[in-house]
């Protein structure tokens, strides 16, 4: 076990999110899957709080997860993260199970945030491209002089 949680906590970041991403999923399914009867005796016992607890639980760890994605794809772009003042970016995921509040990036923060980070990406992509096609041209010229001089 010692060697799994080693192999887990030295893998790269964004396997790293796969994987806990994927639990979570799993983890839903199960709980979906052994979901109690919308009945009146299933709400009267409990099991239909419970369950709604435990997805809570779930729900909020997937929001989580997905926050701390995005500001990890952030800071290795230097894209600027929206601020906790701005409401309309960020909501409060409150765990039933343990009255627990954390702030998530909104749906539509997420969406800015996305868009941020694609723009960065592109404009990343942009400049190698530029020094590609600068390096190419320098070699295509070179080859060509020394083609030249040789005949």
């Not at 799994?4 to 979906?32: C, T, V």
């Not at 702030?103 to 868009?115: D, H, I, V, W, Y």
Request: hydrophobic share 40%.
């Amino acid at each position: 076990m010692k060697f799994a949680n080693w192999l887990k906590n030295n893998l790269p970041a964004s396997w790293r999110h796969r994987i806990e991403m994927a639990q979570a999923r799993r983890l839903e399914a199960l709980l979906i899957a052994a979901s109690p009867p919308d009945t009146r005796e299933a709400h009267e016992s409990g099991a239909v709080q419970c369950y709604m607890q435990e997805m809570s639980e779930i729900h909020q760890w997937r929001r989580e997860l997905i926050t701390a994605n995005y500001r990890r794809k952030a800071d290795a772009l230097s894209v600027l993260f929206p601020g906790y003042q701005d409401e309309v970016y960020w909501e409060e995921v409150e765990n039933e199970l343990t009255q627990q509040t954390l702030r998530c990036l909104s749906p539509k923060g997420e969406a800015m945030l996305k868009a941020a980070i694609r723009e960065e990406r592109k404009h990343r992509r942009e400049a190698v491209g530029y020094w590609f096609g600068i390096a190419v041209g320098l070699i295509g010229a070179i080859t060509g002089l020394v083609s030249v001089f040789k005949a």
